[in-house]
């Protein structure tokens, strides 16, 4: 059988013409506007309180929308936005080195591998410096100069020091701003908060997003919830890898659920590998730890010249190191992007010259930037995360390197969106790491804090108000059969995953299918891995609901049956996301497939064949997907081949 | 390494509770502490007993979801450790470690080692925040602050909202965790016109949610795992003194 057939192109219809500057200006003043009176009278349901989310709930609420928010974490204020590290790109130039809004547009349509919208880019860029200012007086305690002004660093992909941060703590800080701004409008009752609640149906009526199927994660009850309009902030899906720098319970139940009910999925093979983690210390571990990459600011990435070197890395000397990413790239040095980084990890460690106990690892040495700045100079920038790995690997970066190793970290793709950042659902809208639109094949570091914070605090609020004015929408309930309908396929499924009761626990399947997902899905992709992927996935997947075990019953807290809908889910998305790679037959960004490569061992992009988006229509289970492809045009940023060197 | 662990299972808000003893054989002091949980749980599943529930998510410190007392302690022996961060070679071969829920009237028990801390949602949203709704924000060069209070705030701000200062306090008190928010919302410039009214609505929600008062144990400071200073709470005082004397949105105050 085919693996996927194709359907008609699609288009991003929102983006007006005129030049690329002038666009937002443009569809801001062309959006239909809702009177402030019928606002209050309008419905929004936000699924996610992460960046994008919280920002978004909290600015709806505040110009007048009622709104209804979910998260399945016990707080708004815990959404895996909070463990971002590193720090948030905005084009202020502060530091009067040449940034603009222009070279931030340019730098995330390059570090995409052209493979991005250039409207939705520019957009993200002028939005950037609006971000700084509204979160300086949210109370977000910036690092700052001694003359009270703020402090900014460098971050991979770009040579202008234009990323915002506080200590290793960036997301976390942007995050409680967001929440405490979510928290305010909770008491001032514009917002009804559901904390503890996960989406797992979505309702359409009339071919219109609805509202969503939800289960109360304490007491087991479902329910259905009815709006004008709902926003899915429910963010990736990198954890379909078993192992990866996303929380416990980031999962792809929201998005996907919106897939099988008719939102294509986009670019669903973009995944970024994070180049500086912890690496995997034994078959227990359940999850990996990201270095933010602030640290390749000072750290230097080395293994030694020769293969089986088990010397311990202080007796190696100097000229026996290989410095590779200074040595390849000489000048971006170890900041070069996250995807040249991981592959180059991966290469040298595949040439047997890996250090650490499993050889699946590089030094990350501070030594010289100990020798020259001084210690105290190193424990103020980095401190915290210095603790961090000592605490999980019991050895002492000042003393001894870091040892890092490449692991799954954000993913690029998404469910489809237009400029107004609207799925292919009418009235379902896609707001931060869960849309596809602007990172291309590969997003730059501080750059997703950016994404969602624009998305919830300055584009959706603008854009979903045109939806809602060409309203008034029909009043309708959970009552109505399409309602019915979908809470019964919610409960269908629970019973269904309960009455299995086979011998093998989730955990046990999801670390398989995250395997399989590594292997043939991760850093370096083949057509013949890919098959034989489809082929396991596909069997695993009957295994799955043949010998799962879930225990206890519906009607309570039962963490297993929830991770359990999770995996099911995992499955599902984890054949699209190798037939989306096997069918893109180009190396961009974060995928990289063995056949197309440069001599010197470069990701291979093929412009005339591949510059588009890759829109996936669901048909039925089982069934081929349909592709839609919505062609990329450029128009400022000229398509080259990336070098970093 | 072998251990026995004796946890605290209740399988709802009305039920009484008990510990219950688990060994656990084989686990690797490279584990975290719930990977070994995990672990526990895999087991459980396949025999058909209920897992241990228990709230985790980033397990990388920072959500502040994950809350134990391991033998007594707020996220166990090692200090300004979460419980997700705390790695089984702080314990040794053959050992007895108890676990338990945060025990505190403010945070009811959900079930095993799960409990609801809803409570430091409404000390939140009863002041913790700067009203700046989306759009208003000036320049943000336009006002500059110190780099002392800058990073003062900034250590306050570091707090995760796991609960553990509560958990370890004698009277339950949520104190630690309001001062932290007043205090970061206090140094900053931007944070003044509302200063002396948050502390009154954040207090009064705090003594609302059934926190104990604040004695000056110092048990807070000591558990909590990202070192939030106790002069947080002086602070805290200090403000609410003066809000109380001169009521924060009398003109002039």
């Avoid at chain 2, 529930?53 to 410190?61: I, L, M, S, T």
Wanted: some cysteine; aromatic content about 8%.
């Amino acid at each position: 059988m085919e693996l996927f057939t194709e359907g008609d192109p699609i288009a991003d219809t929102k983006a007006p013409a005129g030049p690329v500057e002038k666009r937002w200006e443009t569809r801001r003043f062309e959006a239909k506007l809702v009177n402030p009176a019928n606002r209050r009278k309008m419905t929004v349901i936000v699924v996610g309180t992460g960046l994008a989310g919280g920002s978004a709930a909290a600015t709806l609420a505040e110009q007048g929308y009622h709104v209804k928010s979910y998260c399945y974490q016990d707080s708004p204020r815990r959404a895996h936005s909070i463990a971002a590290q590193g720090g948030i790109n905005a084009a202020k130039n502060y530091r009067n080195d040449g940034d603009s809004v222009h070279r931030l547009f340019y730098d995330t349509v390059k570090g995409g591998d052209f493979r991005s919208r250039e409207s939705n880019v520019h957009r993200l860029a002028e939005v950037s410096v609006n971000i700084i200012d509204q979160c300086v007086a949210q109370g977000v305690p910036f690092a700052r100069e001694y003359g009270g002004l703020l402090d900014t660093r460098s971050f991979g992909g770009a040579q202008v020091q234009r990323t915002f941060y506080a200590r290793g703590q960036t997301g976390q800080q942007l995050l409680l701003g967001a929440y405490q701004a979510l928290e305010r409008q909770i008491g001032l009752g514009t917002v009804e908060m559901n904390a503890r609640h996960e989406m797992l149906e979505l309702v359409i009526v009339d071919g219109k997003a609805r509202g969503i199927v939800v289960r109360d994660l304490v007491t087991g009850e479902i329910s259905t919830e009815m709006a004008d309009a709902v926003v899915l902030a429910s963010g990736g899906y990198g954890n379909v890898f078993y192992l990866s720098t996303n929380a416990k319970g980031c999962n792809v139940t929201a998005t996907w659920r919106a897939h099988r009910k008719g939102a294509y999925f986009a670019n669903p093979c973009y995944t970024q590998i994070h180049p500086t983690c912890i690496p995997v210390s034994g078959d227990h571990q359940s999850k990996l730890t990201l270095m933010s990459e602030s640290l390749r600011n000072d750290g230097r990435v080395w293994v030694p010249k020769t293969k089986g070197d088990d010397r311990n890395p202080r007796d190696i000397p100097e000229d026996e190191r290989d410095y590779y990413l200074e040595r390849i790239y000489p000048s971006f040095g170890n900041l070069v992007p996250r995807d040249i980084a991981s592959r180059a990890a991966k290469n040298v460690c595949d040439e047997g010259r890996g250090v650490g106990p499993t050889k699946l690892g590089v030094y990350l040495d501070f030594a010289d930037a100990i020798d020259r700045l001084g210690r105290k100079a190193i424990e103020a920038k980095y401190g915290n995360l210095f603790e961090m790995y000592e605490r999980i690997t019991g050895e002492d970066p000042y003393e001894v390197p870091m040892r890092i190793y490449p692991a799954v970290h954000y993913t690029m793709g998404g469910l489809w969106v237009d400029y107004d950042l609207q799925s292919s659902i009418p009235g379902l809208f896609v707001i931060g790491e869960a849309n596809f639109s602007d990172h291309g094949a590969n997003r730059l570091g501080a750059s997703a804090l950016m994404q969602g914070l624009a998305d919830g605090y300055f584009v959706l609020p603008t854009t979903i108000a045109n939806y809602l004015a060409s309203g008034p929408l029909d009043k309708v309930d959970a009552s109505h059969p399409a309602a019915v309908e979908a809470r019964t396929d919610v409960e269908d499924r629970i019973q269904r995953l309960l009455a299995v009761n086979g011998d093998r626990t989730v955990d046990s399947f999801h670390r398989e299918l995250g395997q399989i997902m590594w292997e043939h899905c991760g850093m370096e992709r083949s057509e013949a891995g890919l098959r034989k992927a489809i082929d396991e996935i596909r069997a695993l997947r009957d295994q799955f609901w043949q010998r799962v075990k879930v225990s206890g019953t519906g009607e309570e807290l039962n963490q297993s049956l929830e991770k359990a809908g999770r995996v099911a889910d995992f499955f599902e998305l984890a054949e699209l996301m190798c037939i989306d790679a096997l069918h893109r037959e180009e190396s961009c960004g974060g995928h990289f497939r063995a056949e197309h490569q440069t001599p010197d061992g470069e990701a291979q992009r093929d412009d005339d064949r591949f510059a588009y988006v890759a829109a996936w229509e669901f048909t039925a289970t089982g069934e081929p997907a349909v592709l839609h492809k919505e062609d990329l045009k450029f128009e400022y940023v000229h398509p080259t081949q990336r070098s970093y060197k | 390494m072998n251990l026995t662990l004796r946890i605290w299972r209740q399988k709802g808000p009305e039920d009484k509770g008990r510990m219950v003893t688990y060994p656990v054989d084989d686990v690797s002091p490279d584990m975290s502490f719930l990977e070994m949980l995990d672990v526990l749980n895999e087991r459980l599943i396949l025999a058909g007993e209920d897992p241990v529930a228990f709230d985790h998510d980033c397990r990388e410190g920072i959500c502040g979801m994950c809350g134990l007392m391991i033998n007594g302690d707020a996220h166990g022996p090692q200090r300004g450790t979460t419980a997700c961060q705390l790695h089984m070679r702080q314990f040794s071969d053959g050992e007895t470690i108890d676990i338990e829920p945060w025990r505190a009237s403010a945070f009811p028990v959900v079930k095993d080692l799960v409990v609801n801390r809803n409570a430091f949602d409404k000390i939140i949203a009863a002041g913790g925040y700067i009203t700046a709704p989306t759009g208003s924000a000036p320049e943000a060069h336009s006002t500059p602050v110190a780099k002392a209070n800058a990073d003062a705030a900034f250590e306050s701000a570091a707090c995760i909202g796991c609960g553990a200062c509560v958990a370890a306090c004698p009277n339950g008190s949520g104190m630690l965790f309001t001062a932290a928010k007043l205090t970061q919302l206090s140094l900053l410039p931007q944070g003044q016109p509302e200063r002396y009214t948050r502390v009154i609505g954040m207090v009064d929600a705090h003594d609302e949610a059934g926190f104990g008062g604040c004695t000056n144990a110092g048990e807070c400071t000591v558990a909590c795992p990202k070192g939030i200073p106790l002069n947080t709470i002086g602070r805290l005082n200090r403000d609410y003194l003066k809000a109380t004397a001169v009521r924060g949105d009398t003109p002039g105050s």
